[in-house]
């Protein structure tokens, strides 16, 4: 049970001591009745502050990072994350988004000994069942029936000056960064690692071709950077050459427009022969623009894939003899078509993956720690433009990199903490 303050509710911006947990909060909410696009979804409301349970950690949000997954949350597709929930048992009829987060512990559950209260933290997003047989055996908890991802599928995100959290979900916040620095790489970031380093033999070498897509976004950001500190000749994708610096920048060798192309979506009919032959010179031409970009043929081993539908036909064809398309999305459609005849006999591999366990956001943190990644924070919002920055990725206009909002700082470019 945490410390109440005297004071019911505390602007933004304004922290309370120590320590001490108001009974209000504000919050951006979305409601069943709101689902839509985000400008619709969102609204600010004042609500009671959640209590941390015994394995559970209580933060002072400071800056909270912006993801894919609250622009579905919103438009309550393809999953009505309320919904699910109530079904589940749970009371709230609102959610309130937010899977990364900078801030301050406030308070502690009785079983917490990794952290204690005035720790700067930042947050992961992975959540489970910490007493599941399964997880306590020392199994992956991402494959655990109990796994989460905070702020999407459960409530009490970061969009709010109170975040609830599990207490392995809190890690050292780098102090070089300041706080909405801090809150932007962490979800794409240890999705990003789990994709190239998690699905042995499939991970990243010295010398491999990595081919990722949407290089300038969120996950393609934290993918060109990881897989070129691993030794790897990455290829970006993007859709305006105006982002080739910003790859460049991050260690892509090259870079393809992917709007120099016209054979995006579902494959044809095997048999529609005219259809399929179209298809493929697309596709080869594609793989040809990934030589020209090398100075040689080699072909990706590994594909970071996550637009889906329109591009997976496209990886699985290029992608290496042996070698993976690793997928943790389908931004443009979930129906992605496989050519079997080039998945069996080049012996590829198409693999899913989602977030991370532990292990992968403490790696990954740890190399934001050592400057290795640059958060590619893009702009920052105020607490009340948090519709906006949604849907500004919703209609994918949002700038190159990460996006972070601003809760309990109040300006930008801040690392400093004075509680009330
Ligand atoms: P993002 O910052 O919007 O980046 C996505 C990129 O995809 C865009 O920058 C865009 O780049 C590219 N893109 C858009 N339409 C495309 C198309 N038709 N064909 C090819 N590329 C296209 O989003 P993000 O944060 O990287 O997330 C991407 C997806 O992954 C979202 O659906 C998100 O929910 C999901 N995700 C899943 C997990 C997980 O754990 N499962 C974790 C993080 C994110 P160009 O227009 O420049 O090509």
């Not at 306590?136 to 459960?154: L, Q």
């Not at 956001?361 to 893009?378: G, H, M, T, W």
């Amino acid at each position: 049970m945490a410390t109440q303050t005297t004071k019911e509710l505390y602007d933004l911006g304004e922290a309370p001591p120590l320590g001490q947990v108001p009974q209000k909060m504000h919050a951006q909410l979305i409601r069943p009745d709101r689902f839509g696009e985000p400008t619709k979804a969102f609204q600010r409301e004042v609500i009671d502050t959640p209590q941390p349970g015994p394995d559970d950690v209580l933060v002072y949000v400071m800056a909270a990072g912006v993801n894919y997954n609250n622009v579905w949350a919103a438009l309550g597709s393809p999953v009505d994350v309320i919904g699910a929930r109530q079904k589940a048992g749970e009371a709230e009829d609102f959610h309130i988004g937010g899977s990364d987060a900078s801030g301050i512990v406030y308070a502690v559950g009785e079983n917490v000994t990794n952290v204690k209260v005035g720790d700067e933290v930042v947050v992961h997003c992975g959540t489970w069942d910490v007493h599941s047989p399964y997880v306590k055996a020392g199994n992956d908890p991402m494959f655990d029936p109990s796994y989460r991802i905070w702020g999407y599928e459960t409530n009490w995100g970061s969009f709010a000056q109170f975040t609830k959290v599990q207490a392995h979900q809190t890690m050292p916040k780098a102090e070089h960064m300041t706080w909405e620095e801090a809150a932007a790489p962490t979800l794409v970031g240890a999705t990003a690692y789990r994709m190239l380093f998690g699905w042995p033999p499939h991970t990243v070498n010295e010398g491999d071709v990595v081919l990722v897509w949407g290089g300038a976004g969120g996950l393609g950001s934290m993918a060109i950077q990881l897989a070129s500190d691993a030794g790897a000749r990455v290829v970006a994708v993007i859709s305006n050459d105006s982002k080739v610096d910003f790859c460049k920048g991050l260690g892509a060798v090259g870079c393809i427009n992917r709007k120099e192309f016209d054979h995006w979506g579902r494959l044809p009919d095997w048999d529609d022969m005219e259809a399929t032959a179209k298809f493929t010179q697309g596709a080869r031409a594609f793989g040809r623009a990934i030589w020209d970009i090398l100075g040689e043929r080699v072909s990706p081993r590994i594909v970071f894939e996550h637009p889906g539908q329109d591009t997976v036909p496209t990886s699985q064809f290029i992608c290496d003899t042996g070698g993976m398309v690793v997928i943790c999305a389908g931004t443009t459609g979930y129906n992605a078509d496989v050519d079997l005849r080039y998945l069996w006999m080049r012996q590829k591999r198409l693999q899913g993956s989602h977030f991370a366990n532990d292990q992968q956001s403490y790696a990954f943190n740890e190399l934001v720690r050592q400057q290795k990644i640059d958060p590619c924070l893009s702009r920052t919002f105020s607490f009340d433009e948090t519709a906006e920055c949604h849907q500004m990725m919703y209609e994918n206009r949002h700038p190159d990199g990460n996006m972070a909002i601003l809760v309990g700082a109040k300006e930008t470019g801040s690392k400093a903490f004075t509680a009330g």
